[in-house]
């Protein structure tokens, strides 16, 4: 039952929930597997998630797009609103994840690259935001599900040993 609780938390909390497993009085590394195990399932599900929910809304703009179109074709509008409509459009793309996260996780994807963005992101966003976010900038699928779970067995490595140091240190565990 303990290792369910620190797959739920490795699931909810992701790296951070090393300290819970350890908590729970699991050993080391089968606090660590759990939690691993219950970030993975939060990554994939996240990934798999924003990359459904990003086709739906891309074919709903491409359907509303051609009905635009359609509608300013037999009203016999001149190329101008289009134009315009092109411009607006641009503009939107561009504002894509325009807050703080968006356009720090566009920085370290720009200058570390997918692999970069997957071994920082847990640290700088967390687990479910680093997915969330890969996802939304569009990185591949697999390539980010892998990079990311790459970062998240960093980490939460990083976080095992940290934890089992201090509860050594204060002779808790």
């Known amino acids: 039952m303990r290792f369910v609780w620190a797959f739920l938390a490795g ?12 908590s729970l009085s699991l050993p080391g590394p089968i606090a660590l597997f759990a939690v691993l195990l219950g970030a993975g ?3 994939v599900f996240a990934v798999v998630a924003v990359e459904r929910a990003r086709l739906i809304w891309q074919s709903w703009r491409a359907r509303r797009k051609s009905a635009a179109r359609q509608g300013d074709s037999t ?7 289009s134009i315009g409509a ?6 939107a793309a561009k504002g894509r994840l325009s807050g703080a996260a968006g356009q720090r996780a566009r920085r370290v994807l720009a200058r570390f690259g997918v692999p ?9 966003f967390g687990t479910w ?4 976010l890969g ?13 990311l779970m790459a970062g998240v067995t960093v980490w939460c490595t ?9 509860l050594v240190y204060f002779g808790i565990g």
């Open 11 to 22: 699931f909810v909390l992701g790296t951070p929930a090393i300290p819970v497993g350890l």
């Open 41 to 43: 399932c939060c990554v």
């Open 75 to 81: 009203t016999g509008t001149d190329g101008a609103a």
């Open 86 to 91: 092109l411009d607006v459009r641009d503009h």
């Open 116 to 124: 970069g963005f997957g071994i920082l992101g847990p640290a700088l």
């Open 129 to 132: 935001g680093s997915a969330l």
């Open 135 to 147: 996802a939304a900038l569009g990185i591949p699928r697999l390539r980010l599900i892998c990079w």
């Open 158 to 166: 990083v976080l095992l040993v940290a934890s089992d140091a201090v």
